[in-house]
């Protein structure tokens, strides 16, 4: 049963990874209402924020009313945009044609922009943009390739691809905490905690729904593990509401679980001619905003 469940965890990997390799991506944004538990998202006024055949994806909110996400041109290279919920302008944060940028977020300390960049030679690496327009800095030059990370104290947890993929902490120089391996590529720090928490690809339970993912998460400072349930089965995304809550999709579906719970709520369903299925999302408790990203039927 447990070399079943592995053939058939790796086929589901492998469709679902093909699916989302074909046609292009934007970014949606609607309205919610109230905070974590109580919750609601306006369905009603879920509208596109972009709307381009080509990739946009990998939306976080930097500050109270900025968006960076990673957005491709016509020739496949990806830079960082910043979208302005008070202006309604796009502005370039990088203009790279020898590399390309993915997963931007904001770094702890907040004079920077981090990306995962692909360098000319192919090389994933963990980079900063500083926000004022200066040029950029390599921040680990001995770590790679880096998929995708998030912060706790001004220091990396990191997804490494390789056989098998590995989380890891930059504690300092030479110095990475390995956290687990076989993770999923949501890596997320839980709000006012030391906590790194992840998707993890060991002991997916079967579901007539399909496969659901262990949420776990690993304690920087005191070294402790801890399970929130699985995740909804076939979805690779999740982000926190606030510390107790989290959200994730399936489908065109938004669901909410509290940490302390096993069952997802359902919360509402995107309506779309042209786009489906939900992945990625960035929420703003200050603008009361949900941005989702969609992919184009």
Known sequence: MRVFLSIVFILFLSSLQLAQAQGGFDLWVLDTQGKGGKLKI???????????????????????????????????????????????NFTNLSRTADRSEFSPTLTDCGQYVSAVVMEPDSTQRLW?????????????????????????????????????????????????????THIGRS????????????????????????????????????????????????????IWLDHNYLLMAQGNGIYRKRVNQSEWEFLGKITSDTHQNITRMAYSPDLDKLVIVMQRK
């Not at 109270?64 to 957005?71: H, K, M, P, T």
């Not at 997916?204 to 496969?211: D, F, R």
């Open 128 to 180: 900063l943009y500083p926000i004022n327009l200066e040029a950029p800095e390599l921040l680990y030059d001995d770590i790679a390739p880096v998929g995708y990370y998030d912060w706790y104290d001004n220091k990396a947890a990191m997804f490494i691809l390789g056989e098998p993929n590995r989380l890891v902490y930059a504690r300092g120089k030479g110095d990475l905490l390995e956290i687990d």
């Open 42 to 88: 306006l369905t009603e006024t879920a509208k596109p924020l972009t709307n381009r055949p080509e990739y946009d994806n990998q939306p976080n909110f930097i500050n109270d009313a900025e968006l960076v996400f990673s957005a491709a041109d016509d020739k496949g290279n990806h830079d960082i945009i910043l979208y302005s919920f008070r202006t309604g």
């Open 187 to 238: 890596v997320k720090r839980r709000p006012k905690t030391s906590q790194i928490s992840y998707l993890s690809m060991k002991s997916p339970k079967e579901t007539l729904a399909g496969l659901e993912l262990p949420i776990r998460s690993y304690d920087i400072e005191n070294g402790k593990a801890h399970i929130f349930g699985f995740g909804l089965a076939g979805s690779l995304d999740f």
